[in-house]
């Protein structure tokens, strides 16, 4: 299985503020990669597919980059809706797997 | 937008079988462009890719789960279902039914989840 490991677990920041989360594949995923945003009690919703692509109706401040093994969510302006756990996920080959999730709190 | 709902008991005895049915609303469960997935989330963790399945009734799973694990279709009713035998305190977790846009590969609409609890 492919493993996704993300960094950092938990991360601080204020309205504003650049955030960037990596998450980081043990091997190749080309571009395979998914983000979601998940706030408590509620199912993860879909950022940006194959690396790059925002989803409709998310909001430009959210991008991602990266290819290969390694990636990167960037929120250019944090903004208070923002404050939420964020996974990454594969689908380069079976069985998908997701990230550990990053934290992301008021700072 | 897809609409979808988990529905199915939330306590489940170790070694028993969990069943959950998704029902699917404001599209077609037999449109050619989505599978019909399954993602579980135990507490504190992140989520773990079960299974889908194609309105055909082709089925991809886990390797981890295969061997316990059955996703089945009723295109009659508009739903979905999962079957996880012999469940131990391992599955205990939030289930969530998603459909998965066959173009992208993307989970783009979810259920809000449902709350499987395993204990005796």
């Known amino acids: 299985d492919i493993q996704m490991t993300q960094s950092p677990s938990t991360l601080s920041a204020s309205i504003g503020d650049r955030v960037t989360i990596t998450c980081r594949a043990s091997?190749?995923?080309?571009?395979?990669l998914a983000w979601y945003q998940q706030k408590q009690g509620k199912a993860p919703k879909l950022l940006i597919y194959k690396a790059s692509t925002l989803e409709s109706g998310v909001p430009s401040r959210f991008s991602g980059s990266g290819s290969g093994t390694e990636f990167t969510l960037t929120i250019s302006s944090l903004q208070p809706d923002d404050f939420a756990t964020y996974y990454c996920?594969?689908?380069?080959?079976?069985?998908?797997?997701f990230g550990q999730g990053t934290k992301v709190e008021i700072k | 937008q897809l609409q979808l709902q988990e529905s199915g008991p939330g306590l489940v005895k170790p070694s028993e079988t969990l069943s959950l049915t998704c029902r699917v609303s404001n599209g077609s469960i037999s449109s050619n462009s989505y599978y019909w997935g399954w993602i579980r989330q135990p507490p504190g963790k992140g989520p773990e890719w079960i299974g889908m399945i194609y309105y055909s009734g082709s089925t991809y799973y886990n390797p981890s789960l295969e061997s316990r694990v059955t996703i089945s279709i009723d295109t009659s009713k508009s739903q979905f279902s999962l079957k996880v035998n012999s469940v131990t305190a391992a599955d205990a977790a939030v289930y969530y039914c998603?459909?998965?846009?066959?173009?992208?590969?993307?989970?783009?609409?979810w259920g809000q989840g449902t709350l499987v609890t395993v204990s005796s």
């Open positions: 996920q594969h689908y380069n080959s079976y069985p998908w797997t």
């Open positions: 998603a459909s998965l846009n066959w173009k992208d590969l993307r989970f783009d609409n």
């Open positions: 091997q190749s995923i080309t571009r395979w």
